[in-house]
C-alpha cells in the first residue's frame, strides 16, 4: 500500500526519507478511514447511510490523473486490497458492515476486493449488518437536466432520482460547459418534483428536460471519466472544490451503472 497516494500527490520523484514519511501517512490515513468505517457502519439504519460511508472513505484518496504517482485503476486496486485486508484479518460483525458500506458506496477499482472479502467473512457465519438485507434495492426512476450560468459560467446538472430500497433520492451531476463537461459538484436531495417547480418559476434561463435514466446514466459516466483525466471545475453556488465530488463519486458511479426496469 505504500505506493498508494491520497489525494493531491505530488508527481516529482520521491527520495528514501520522503518516500518513508509517504508510506507512514499512507498507513495512517487507511487506519484513520476504516476506524471510522468500524465505528458507524454497524450503528447505520439503511443502505444509503451505508453507501455514502463507503463512497466518502473511498474519495479521500481520488486525485486527477496528472498528479498522482499512479494510474486511478491501479491507485483504487491498491486501496481495495489494503481495505479488504485489514477488514478481513478482523474478521467480526464490525468488519463485515465496513467492507459491505465499501462494497455498495466504493469507487468500481475498490468494490470487486471488497466485495470478494465480504463473501469469504459472510460464508463463515459472521453477522451481516442488519441493512444489507436491503442493499440491493436501488431501482433508476426518471432522469433530467437543467442548464444555467453563475458567474460566467455555464453548468448542465444531471439529475438521477432513484428508489433506494423504498426511500426516492435524486443523485445531481453538475457539469461545466465550457471546460470539457467536468464535473463541478454532486449532491443528493430529495424532490425532483419540487425541484422542477423552483426551476419552472426561476425568472433566469433555467429550464428542467426530462431524459431517458439510460441517457443521463451514460452522460454521469463520461462526465465522471473526463473528470478523473482533467481534475474538478468550478462548483456553482458556494460550494467548495472537489468536496462533493470525492465524497460521492463512488456512489455516482453505483447508480449510472444501476440496471433499470424497462
Known amino acids: 500500500m505504500s505506493s498508494t497516494s491520497p ?3 505530488s ?27 468500524l465505528d458507524t457502519a454497524p450503528s447505520v439504519t439503511d443502505p444509503l447511510a451505508a453507501e455514502l460511508l463507503g463512497s466518502d472513505a473511498c474519495g479521500v484518496w481520488w486525485a486527477p490523473a496528472d498528479e498522482a504517482d499512479t494510474s486511478p ?24 458492515a465496513a467492507l459491505r458500506a465499501l462494497q455498495l458506496g466504493g469507487s468500481d477499482g475498490v468494490v470487486p476486493e471488497v466485495a470478494a472479502a465480504a463473501r469469504r467473512l459472510a460464508a463463515t457465519g459472521v453477522r451481516e449488518p442488519r441493512w ?8 433508476p426512476l426518471r ?35 465550457d471546460r470539457a463537461g467536468v464535473i463541478g459538484d454532486v449532491l443528493l436531495f430529495s424532490d425532483l418534483d419540487g425541484f422542477g417547480r423552483v426551476v ?9 428536460e426530462w431524459l431517458g435514466v439510460g441517457t443521463v ?46
Open 143 to 177: 432522469g433530467a437536466r437543467v442548464s444555467w450560468a453563475d458567474d460566467g459560467q455555464r453548468y448542465t446538472s444531471h439529475v438521477l432520482e432513484v428508489d433506494r430500497a423504498g426511500d426516492v433520492v435524486n443523485l445531481a451531476v453538475a457539469t461545466l460547459d
Open 217 to 262: 446514466q451514460a452522460r454521469i459516466a463520461r462526465a465522471i471519466e473526463r473528470t478523473d483525466l482533467l481534475g474538478t471545475g468550478d462548483p456553482p453556488g458556494s460550494s467548495e472544490p472537489e468536496v462533493g465530488y470525492v465524497a460521492l463519486r463512488g456512489l455516482a458511479q453505483r447508480w449510472s451503472s444501476a440496471p433499470t426496469t424497462s
Open 11 to 37: 508527481t516529482r520523484p520521491v527520495g528514501p526519507s520522503e518516500a518513508a514519511w509517504k508510506a507512514h501517512a499512507t498507513a495512517t490515513i487507511v487506519h484513520a478511514t476504516l476506524e471510522a468505517l
Open 200 to 208: 419552472a418559476s426561476d425568472q433566469d434561463d433555467r429550464a428542467l
Open 73 to 96: 485503476v491501479e491507485r483504487e486496486r491498491l486501496v481495495g486490497r489494503a481495505y479488504a485486508a485489514h477488514l478481513e484479518e478482523r474478521a467480526d460483525d464490525r468488519a463485515l
Open 7 to 9: 489525494r493531491r500527490s
Open 132 to 139: 444489507w438485507a436491503h442493499a440491493h434495492r436501488l431501482t
